[in-house]
């Protein structure tokens, strides 16, 4: 995926897919360099503003701290 297609999957996925990618991504995930770290970074803060604490831990609860974990 280059540059431009991270921002577009960015751009269009919905909070719980970019938190759920923030949490569960190997170290040295390409969505967490450089610009497009930045970027990502950056619509993190906005989209959790958006939503609010109430949903953002209700999101992080759904998520939990296993990928896979029974919920």
């Given amino acids: 995926m280059n ?5 577009e999957w960015i751009d269009n996925a919905s909070y719980e897919q970019l938190f759920s990618h923030w949490r569960f991504a190997p170290v040295g995930d390409p969505f967490f360099q450089g610009a497009v770290g930045e970027y990502y ?3 993190m803060g ?7 604490g109430a949903k953002h831990t209700e999101i992080s609860k759904s998520l939990g701290w296993q990928e896979g974990e029974e919920k």
């Fill in 41 to 43: 970074a950056a619509e």
């Fill in 46 to 52: 906005k989209r959790r503003k958006e939503v609010g």
């Fill in 3 to 7: 540059e431009q297609q991270m921002r």
